[in-house]
């Protein structure tokens, strides 16, 4: 694990509902931190998560599970520096001065955050920052986390690998198709269910399919 620090500092986590914000906030806690808040932006009715589409009810019982306190913001991409202000700045003025980030190796997403994150007085760490993308995945699966692909890009992968568990042998199917297994670049997104950080499984069932604008989304909810 990377050489990250974080004896008893409180922090906010942005939380996608997916692989990279549970293994950045699971390597925050292992070093340390303590978390404080989740934080998620949503679509401008707050129904659904931004990217990752997760209905507010399926993010509201991993963060349940985790037992953290949950914050949200609603936005387009057009109001989303504002509200992410909106959100850091009401951490920090709770005495939360450190947002932890699963950002892995995009220079503009890092420079984004850290940047904004600055204009209010927030550090911003990224717990995965510049390590192998195939040494990420393979911790977080060996961690014990569940996750599936949830949303699925179909300019750059099919659109069959909508639903699937990420395991290794994905991983390896992915990239013995030229696809990175990270979905770095916005390949595919993913709904964790499951892992160290959770007190118990996060029940969801899939129902249909749709399609918009060259992605696949599964719709995700809650068992009864």
Not at 95 to 123: P, Y
Not at 184 to 196: A, I, K, R
């Amino acid at each position: 694990m990377k050489d990250l620090k974080m004896g008893n500092v409180p922090f906010v986590a942005s939380w996608s509902g997916g692989k990279d914000s549970a293994l950045a906030f699971y390597r925050a806690v292992e070093a340390g931190g303590e978390p404080k808040r989740m934080w998620t932006m949503f679509e401008t009715d707050e129904e659904r998560s931004k990217s990752h589409a997760l209905p507010f009810t399926v993010v509201q019982a991993q963060a349940e599970s985790i037992g953290v306190p949950f914050m949200t913001r609603g936005s387009d991409w057009n109001g989303y520096e504002a509200q992410f202000l909106d959100a850091m700045k009401e951490c920090v003025d709770a005495g939360i001065t450190t947002g932890v980030f699963g950002d892995i190796d995009l220079e503009d997403h890092l420079k984004w955050v850290q940047q904004t994150c600055a204009k209010v007085g927030m550090e911003a760490v990224h717990p995965l920052w510049m390590e192998p993308r195939r040494k990420l995945l393979e911790e977080f699966v060996r961690a014990g986390f569940e996750a599936y692909i949830v949303v699925v890009n179909t300019n750059m992968m099919p659109a069959e690998f909508i639903g699937r568990e990420f395991t290794i042998e994905l991983m390896e199917e992915l990239e013995a198709l030229g696809i990175d297994a990270c979905g770095e670049s916005g390949e595919f997104h993913t709904v964790v269910v499951d892992g160290p950080i959770f007190s118990k499984r996060v029940p969801i069932i899939f129902q249909q399919q749709h399609e918009r604008d060259g992605y696949v989304f599964l719709e995700v909810q809650l068992e009864a």
